[in-house]
């Protein structure tokens, strides 16, 4: 299944047996995305949150 990017219009995949929690990637900007939903077939994506480094701090 392939869903929208809200970024770029391209295609975001998503494989059949995805769970929440899971991230995947747009294959145009590389975008990433959060599945934050699953049911019935139906799948809901967020924008994954950049992990940053604190460096110790």
Do not use: F, H, R
């Not at 295609?11 to 049911?39: A, F, M, R, W």
């Amino acid at each position: 299944m392939n869903i929208e990017c809200s970024m770029c219009g391209g295609k975001v995949p998503v494989p059949e047996d995805v769970i929440k929690g899971e991230v995947v990637s747009c294959t145009d900007c590389g975008l990433d995305y959060e599945i934050q939903n699953t049911d019935n077939g139906n799948v809901t994506l967020k924008t994954a949150e950049e992990v940053k480094e604190d460096w110790g701090e």
